[in-house]
Structure formats: structure tokens, C-alpha cells
């Protein structure tokens, strides 16, 4: 995809207006829609058109989407107004949402058969990543599809692998996601020690983080920490959505994750507090 194409981008919140800016920087005509249209307003004003579902799906080569949890794909795939009721055939769907692998797969068959070619893309590094176009990708679906898009992901992420089939990407996501909820336990609590001993917070996270306990949420997340900062680079209301998805999927295959019940356990009760909104760092506010 190294030529200019019309892309439709679904949902620009945290991360979604970043990435499509980015794609709008490259040249490609972009055509946005989102529920709350003051957050595609950066977009608008520099040039994107703003449609509903349906008018993108008509217009657009490539149609990417980037919404909250799986019902809501579920509706922008599959309404009778929704993306594949509407777009015509050899269109591209990239779904950059961490949603479900069986939905994925749903999708990916229900496209097929309508001449669509679709992946499943779920993405990891937050507002950080977004804003500089250097997300890991983690992606499911045909190889001669990922080759297609390939260089459009590539302007999003600087990490970008086929993991396999349909659905192997939002599995790939599960694993990410797994491993980022047992570490921002270890994290919050690294850091809350380090002032119940009475350290320098700061100098602390100096040292463990050139170390074996370094991790990109440590570098990320803890300085955000140490400065009250509990803003959201990600939701605590979609990691608990995430977690979720990852225990379902663990009990289909018999699976056990302790870590991850405890993480989802003590982010509900933070969620319950009125925290949902906030950064998946506010779990610090556990050890206060």
C-alpha cells in the first residue's frame, strides 16, 4: 500500500486520533467518525471528512477501527448500517480493537463471503506508542492481506508481526495482556515501598529500571506514579474488559491465571471507587 488511499478510521479517542493523524500525514484521504464529534475535531480541522459508518464503509479502499469493547465491534461489523452491510467488495477492514478471537473469526468469515478482506490488529503501547507511531501490532489473518497492508501498519507501529489466522492476533493480545497485569502489581508496589522506606522514589526507579526488573510500563508508568499523574495512557475500564477476555479464553482450555483474577479483582473494586476512567497506573492508589 505505498500508493494514496481513502481510509476510514472508526473511533479516535486516546490512541485512534493519533493513528489516524498519522495516516492523514502520509497523504491518504481520511474519512472519521466517532461517537463524540469534538474528538475528531484535530482531524477535521486538518482536512479528514467527517461521514457515519455507513458513508465510510461505501467510500473507503481500507477501513480501520478502533472502539471500546466487543459489543461494540459487534455493532460497527454487523448493524445493517455497519461495515460489512455496507462496504463494497475487495475493501480492506483492519479491526485495531482488543475485542475477542472468536469474534475475529466471525468477522473474517462473514467478509469472505462478501469479498472483504479483514485482520484482526489489536495493539499494545498506549497513548505513548500512538502519539509516536511506535505500537507493537499483533496480527491475525491471511498473509497476502498482512503483505497488502503491511506498509499502512507500519506507519502506526514500529512492531509489526502476523501471528496467525484469524483471531491470532487478539490471542496475541491476551498474552500481552496477561503479562502487562501481573507486572503493574509489581510495579505499584515497587514504587510504594520504595517510600514507606523512605527513598528518593525517583532515584529508585533510576536504578531498577536499567536493571532485570526494567520493563516498558516501568519506564512509562511509574515516573507517572511518582508525579500523581493517574491520566489514561489506557483505561482502567477496558484493561478490566481485557482481563475478562483473557480468563474466558483460559477456561476454555482449562487454564489457570491467579495473577490475572487478582489484577481484575483490585481493578474492579478501583473502578467501583469511580477510578474507571483513570490510567491502569491509579492501581498505585492501592498502596497509599
Same mark, same amino acid.
Given at each position: 500500500?505505498? =500508493? +494514496?488511499? =481513502?481510509?476510514?478510521?472508526?473511533?479516535?479517542?486516546?490512541?485512534?486520533?493519533?493513528?489516524?493523524?498519522?495516516?492523514? /500525514?502520509?497523504? /491518504?484521504?481520511?474519512?472519521?467518525?466517532?461517537?463524540?464529534? *469534538?474528538?475528531?475535531?484535530?482531524?477535521?480541522? *486538518?482536512?479528514? !471528512?467527517? &461521514?457515519?459508518?455507513? *458513508?465510510?464503509?461505501?467510500? &473507503?479502499?481500507? !477501513?480501520?477501527?478502533? !472502539?471500546?469493547?466487543?459489543?461494540?465491534?459487534? *455493532?460497527?461489523?454487523?448493524? @445493517?448500517?455497519? $461495515? $460489512? #452491510? #455496507?462496504?463494497?467488495?475487495g475493501t480492506y477492514l483492519i479491526d485495531f480493537t482488543t475485542s475477542t478471537p472468536s469474534l475475529a473469526q466471525k468477522i473474517y468469515r462473514s467478509a469472505k463471503e462478501k469479498g472483504l478482506y479483514t485482520l484482526d490488529a489489536p495493539v499494545s503501547g498506549g497513548d505513548v506508542g500512538a502519539r509516536n507511531a511506535t505500537l507493537t501490532i499483533m496480527v491475525g489473518g491471511d498473509e497476502d492481506v498482512f503483505d497488502t497492508c503491511s506498509p499502512m501498519l507500519k506507519a502506526l507501529g514500529e512492531n509489526v508481526l502476523l501471528q496467525g489466522q484469524a483471531g491470532a492476533g487478539q490471542h496475541t493480545k491476551m498474552c500481552n495482556q496477561i503479562a502487562i497485569a501481573s507486572n503493574m502489581l509489581g510495579i505499584c508496589e515497587a514504587v510504594a515501598y520504595a517510600k514507606k522506606a523512605g527513598l528518593d522514589q525517583e532515584n529508585v526507579l533510576k536504578s531498577i529500571s536499567a536493571g532485570a526488573a526494567g520493563s516498558w510500563s516501568l519506564s512509562n508508568l511509574a515516573p507517572r506514579i511518582i508525579n500523581g499523574d493517574f491520566e489514561p495512557g489506557f483505561f482502567v475500564k477496558h484493561f478490566i474488559k481485557d482481563l475478562k477476555i483473557a480468563l474466558d479464553e483460559a477456561e476454555k482450555m482449562n487454564f489457570k491465571m491467579p495473577g490475572v483474577e487478582m489484577a481484575k @479483582?483490585?481493578? @474492579? =473494586? $478501583?473502578?467501583?471507587?469511580?477510578?474507571? #476512567?483513570?490510567?491502569?497506573? +491509579? $492501581?498505585? =492508589?492501592?498502596?497509599?
Open positions: 500500500m505505498s =500508493k +494514496v488511499y =481513502k481510509v476510514g478510521f472508526i473511533g479516535t479517542g486516546v490512541m485512534g486520533k493519533s493513528m489516524a493523524s498519522h495516516l492523514q /500525514h502520509q497523504g /491518504h484521504g481520511l474519512f472519521v467518525y466517532t461517537r463524540t464529534k *469534538e474528538k475528531a475535531q484535530s482531524l477535521i480541522d *486538518e482536512g479528514a !471528512v467527517w &461521514c457515519s459508518i455507513k *458513508e465510510i464503509a461505501e467510500t &473507503c479502499d481500507v !477501513v480501520m477501527t478502533m !472502539v471500546g469493547y466487543p459489543s461494540d465491534v459487534e *455493532e460497527v461489523y454487523f448493524s @445493517e448500517q455497519g $461495515l $460489512l #452491510n #455496507n462496504a463494497k467488495a @479483582e483490585m481493578y @474492579e =473494586k $478501583l473502578a467501583q471507587q469511580g477510578f474507571e #476512567n483513570k490510567g491502569t497506573q +491509579v $492501581l498505585y =492508589k492501592w498502596y497509599e
